[in-house]
């Protein structure tokens, strides 16, 4: 990391405040976040742009840093509640793992800048938000009968897919998977766990994929280690918190959440990429 950027984060927050701000927001976020089975990271990825200065693409690499300290919370809460995901979790983790070592490389050697970024996440994320937010759940779900899943080869393609995004971009597999799931008629209570899984294996994997490329890349490439760690400390008691909750929420409120902040995130990031 360029020794200019912290000092511009120190005029903008204080010496220290830096840390202390990514730990609030990150606890924060992770409440609202994990019961619906996203990590957070994507609501943070702006807030660290644009609040916490910290540069790109080392962006990346401190998001997926997050997702490492912060997940374990909510799976530890979820495997003591006797949800685990299921068959979901490892179908999940099969299609991501490869899709995020690709993403990584392709977000140091490709695409560097953040604004394709911004305008491909803002038109993948905005539909999917407003299906979420203003569709009722199917009469099936509702009724708990049996609903038409996706077929497994097909979301192994799909978790692929979404994990090379989520290696571009550090905003974790779950949460474009999350809600591609519920909104097909899974249940939260299955679909969270086996997310969040999936979000803490490629994440590890993005780590260490974005800290070999470093070694060999001049620039902000490596995460910013102590910004990391704060924001996933914070996530870590916001994300357990947000598990334990859970159980408490109606499946449509939950549903409705999401979409509300998939909405929001797809907004911002639209902004971003058109200013």
């Excluded at 991501?96 to 911004?118: H, K, N, Q």
């Excluded at 009724?143 to 989520?166: T, Y």
């Excluded at 939950?254 to 971003?272: D, P």
Aim: aromatic residues 6%; positive net charge.
């Amino acid at each position: 990391m360029s020794r200019s950027r912290p000092g511009y984060r120190d005029l903008v927050l204080g010496p220290g405040w830096t840390e202390v701000t990514a730990l609030v927001a990150a606890y924060v976020i992770a409440v609202a976040a994990t019961p619906a089975g996203i990590s957070g990271a994507v609501l943070l990825l702006p807030f660290q742009v644009s609040v916490l200065g910290t540069p790109s693409p080392a962006v990346t690499p401190t998001n997926l840093l997050y997702n490492v300290v912060a997940t374990p919370g909510a799976l530890y809460r979820y495997w003591r509640q006797g949800q685990t995901g299921g068959r979901l979790a490892p179908v999940l983790i099969a299609g991501t793992l490869p899709g995020v070592i690709a993403g990584s490389v392709i977000r140091v050697e490709l695409l560097p800048g953040p604004r394709v970024f911004a305008l491909v996440v803002a038109a993948v994320l905005a539909p999917l938000g407003a299906w979420l937010a203003f569709t009722r759940p199917s009469a099936a779900a509702e009724q708990d009968c049996p609903v038409r899943l996706i077929p497994v080869p097909v979301l192994v393609v799909l978790a692929a897919a979404v994990g090379c995004v989520g290696g571009i971009y550090g905003i974790g597999g779950g949460s474009v998977l999350a809600p591609v799931l519920i909104g097909s008629g899974r249940k939260p209570a299955e679909v969270a766990p086996a997310a969040l899984a999936s979000t803490f294996v490629t994440s590890v994997a993005g780590v260490i994929t974005f800290t070999i490329l470093s070694v060999h890349r001049h620039g902000s490439v490596a995460p910013d280690w102590p910004t990391g760690i704060a924001l996933g400390v914070g996530g870590l008691a916001g994300a357990y918190t947000g598990a334990r909750i859970q159980a408490r929420l109606p499946d449509v409120l939950i549903r409705r959440l999401v979409g509300i902040l998939v909405i929001a995130i797809g907004a911002r990031y639209l902004w971003s990429g058109l200013s």
